[in-house]
């Protein structure tokens, strides 16, 4: 995951911590919806988000485009990515949070 940034939990949810001030986004990208990129601070903040952005304009899951749902680090390394149904899975697809 990257030198500086970890999933770490905390309070019951799983945060993404990074030792730069720099925050993580995740990336939103869809035909009929505008492109995004959504400052974060948890998993299921970026779960909420995206679940909000496909909701709010209702596409299907062949509209996203690539990398649509992606969770990154400030330097660009791939943290988690949400999936269409709003689960938050790794980059090497262990499932790290159901959707809400």
Not at 32 to 58: C, E, F, I, K
Request: hydrophobic share 35%; with cysteine.
């Amino acid at each position: 995951m990257g030198d500086h940034f970890k999933l770490e939990f905390v309070n019951e949810q799983r945060q993404l911590v990074s030792t730069k001030a720099s925050q993580c986004h995740l990336y939103l990208a869809a035909d009929g919806g505008p492109t995004l990129n959504v400052p974060v601070d948890s998993l299921s903040m970026a779960s909420a988000a995206w679940q909000h952005y496909r909701d709010r304009y209702g596409f299907g899951a062949s509209a996203m485009k690539r990398s649509c749902g992606s969770v990154y680090a400030p330097d660009g390394t791939l943290m988690a990515c949400v999936s269409y149904n709003g689960r938050v899975w790794s980059p090497t697809n262990e499932l790290l949070e159901e959707a809400p």
